[in-house]
């Protein structure tokens, strides 16, 4: 049994699943209510952040596109920098990529070529854990660059997908799970 925190909770209940969404059969989870409190977007972005204060983050990769709002958020709070994993053909410099599959298709995400080096300590930031296959790209895109994966720090884990089984090698940090 999985015990849920007051914070979890108050998450929770304060997204918005849109049925249908961008697909028959999903149930899309919308972060934007959670971003609009600034009190419990504040109370998020911490408790994304305080598992891995403590492990020297140098570095924040945020997904795109929600992962950019709250990996930008979590990586000021830990004082690192911030790189941005991209979709194809949105970042203009040499790149690298990683594809994966999605639960509703395949796709893939790109990161700068010097975003990342053999001294950078990583956190990968998203806002939805599913079925783990972008997050599983980021990592392999951060791994790929030299730098070390620390860990994975999501909002919520979409539950009986198993994403969080196909992260491996660093902790995963959840938030809320429904």
């Known amino acids: ?3 849920v925190t007051p914070l979890a909770r108050h998450v929770l209940d304060t997204l918005r699943p849109i049925p249908d969404y961008p697909k028959p059969g999903i149930i899309f989870q919308d972060i934007t209510p959670v971003l609009a409190d600034g009190k419990l977007f504040r109370t998020v972005v911490n408790a994304m952040a305080d598992p891995f204060r403590e492990l020297d983050v140098s570095h924040v990769v945020g997904i795109e596109a929600r992962g950019f ?3 930008g958020a979590v990586a000021t709070s830990l004082g ?8 194809p053909g949105k970042l203009p410099w040499e790149r690298v990529s990683e594809s994966y599959e999605l639960e509703y298709g395949t796709d893939a995400l790109e990161c700068h070529r ?3 080096d053999k001294q950078a300590r990583v956190l990968v930031v998203d ?7 972008t997050a599983r790209a980021a990592g392999q895109l951060t791994r790929g660059l030299g730098a070390e994966l620390v860990g994975w720090s999501f909002l919520l884990e979409i539950g009986g997908l198993g994403g969080a089984a196909r992260l491996h090698g660093a902790p995963t940090h ?3 799970r429904r």
Not at 80 to 87: D, L, N, Q, S, Y
Not at 127 to 133: E, I, K, N, P, S
């Open 1 to 3: 049994m999985t015990l």
């Open 69 to 71: 709002i709250l990996g």
């Open 80 to 87: 690192a920098g911030f790189v941005p994993a991209r979709k």
């Open 114 to 116: 010097d975003g990342l």
């Open 127 to 133: 806002d939805v854990l599913a079925t783990g296959g």
């Open 174 to 176: 959840v938030v809320a």
